[in-house]
């Protein structure tokens, strides 16, 4: 992928600023499309939206309009001039598609999974100029993920792009698919070049969270959201409790914040490169430290080989969680943080203890 240039699209779409991509999870009656296309026009975004061929967990429920939504969208494209996006799952999809002018064709996080899936839709686009979008794959696989951008890429599609929607997960969380927002920043990092957008609905799975996550992928970068607009909400046939009313969205858009990603202030680059020795500094400490506590460990290993002793310890462990716990409290550092990093650590313990057995087995034998 690295001869892609993404045909610079993301700029000729939304200039120097944030792309919005919004409108209704999914297209339902054409009135509905058509008075979401107005509302999020002219509360400021760039493309229109909107589910055709819904993929559903359960069979029985709404699973979308089909081919006549893209003449609904046609007829807003007419209307408002704006640009339209459909999620496509099949070359069907993508033959319809094309025939109705969509401009924008975007891969779902179902399909994105599967690459027979995807070459399919790749063999689809060939030789098609318009701009695909690749969201993440539902687990958390970048290598899937880029897998699949680079099949679209080999077809020869160039305005490509990344969309970020999160990652399903049977953890008791608050959003609906967990953002795990350093794979998007991984992509980010090995195609730099490649517009990445977030899509803070699916994450969040309610209306009320979509603007602070949407803020936190702009302040780490992305160039752009998918916001699922919808004039009532409430009363969507799929995704009601995460989709917003175009005039939220408008109140929403000039609210974001856009981060400098380059500094230039000496006076600030100064302070930068201070902070950041003393912060290289503690991290070097910080593996020094590990260092110590891995021979420490080495050293309680050998004693219980020796003594026969079992390597995990219930009672230790609890005991260490909990101080570790408490001490995390005292000095105001995030409690899940401290109880992830411990675990880690713990298991980084019991790992290394079996090595010291495993070594002291094979030379008493
Ligand atoms: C959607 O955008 O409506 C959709 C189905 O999303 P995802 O593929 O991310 O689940
Ligand atoms: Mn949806």
């Not at 002219?42 to 967990?57: D, V």
């Not at 897998?147 to 049977?170: D, M, N, P, Q, V």
């Not at 996550?213 to 302040?219: D, E, R, S």
């Not at 070097?284 to 506590?293: D, H, M, P, W, Y």
């Amino acid at each position: 992928m690295t001869h892609t240039n993404f045909n610079n699209w993301l700029e000729q779409v939304a200039g120097k600023g944030i792309l919005v991509i919004a409108g209704p999870c999914s297209a339902e009656t054409e009135e509905q499309v058509l008075a979401t296309a107005r509302g999020v026009k002219q509360a400021g975004a760039h493309i229109l939206r909107a589910g055709i061929w819904k993929p559903r967990t359960r069979p029985g429920n709404f699973e979308g309009v089909g081919a006549i939504g893209l003449k609904w969208m046609q007829r807003a494209k007419q209307e408002t001039g704006m640009m339209t996006a459909v999620e496509v799952a099949n070359p069907h999809h993508v033959e319809l598609a094309l025939q109705h002018d969509i401009d924008v064709l975007w891969i779902g996080a179902r399909t994105s999974v599967n690459p027979f899936a995807v070459q399919e839709i790749a063999g689809a686009l060939r030789g098609s100029d318009k701009i695909v979008l690749v969201k993440n794959p539902i687990n958390p696989d970048l290598a899937l993920w880029i897998g699949a951008l680079e099949r679209i890429a080999k077809a020869g599609i160039e305005k490509l792009g990344a969309i970020h929607r999160g990652f399903s997960s049977y953890k008791k969380m608050p959003y609906r698919n967990e953002p795990l927002w350093q794979i998007p920043i991984d992509l980010k990092t090995r195609f730099p070049a490649m517009p990445l957008i977030n899509d803070p609905s699916h994450i969040s799975g309610k209306r009320e969270n979509v603007f602070d996550i949407a803020q936190t992928a702009i302040q780490l970068l992305f160039d752009g959201v998918m916001i699922e607009t919808h004039i009532d909400p409430e009363n969507a046939w799929s995704d009601a409790r995460q989709q917003v009313t175009p005039d939220m969205l408008k109140e929403m858009i000039p609210k974001f914040v856009t981060p400098k990603d380059k500094v230039f202030n000496p006076d600030l680059l100064k302070s930068f490169k201070i902070l950041r020795k003393e912060i290289d500094d503690l991290d070097t400490e910080l593996v020094q430290l590990l260092k110590n506590r891995q021979d420490k460990i080495e050293a309680i290993g050998r004693l219980k080989f020796k003594e026969n002793v079992a390597i995990y310890q219930k009672e230790r462990w609890l005991d260490i969680l909990n101080k570790a716990i408490k001490n995390a409290e005292e000095n105001n550092i995030n409690r899940k943080f401290i109880e992830q990093l411990f675990r880690l650590l713990h298991q980084e313990s019991l790992k290394l203890q079996h090595q010291v057995f495993n070594a002291l087995n094979t030379k008493n034998k």
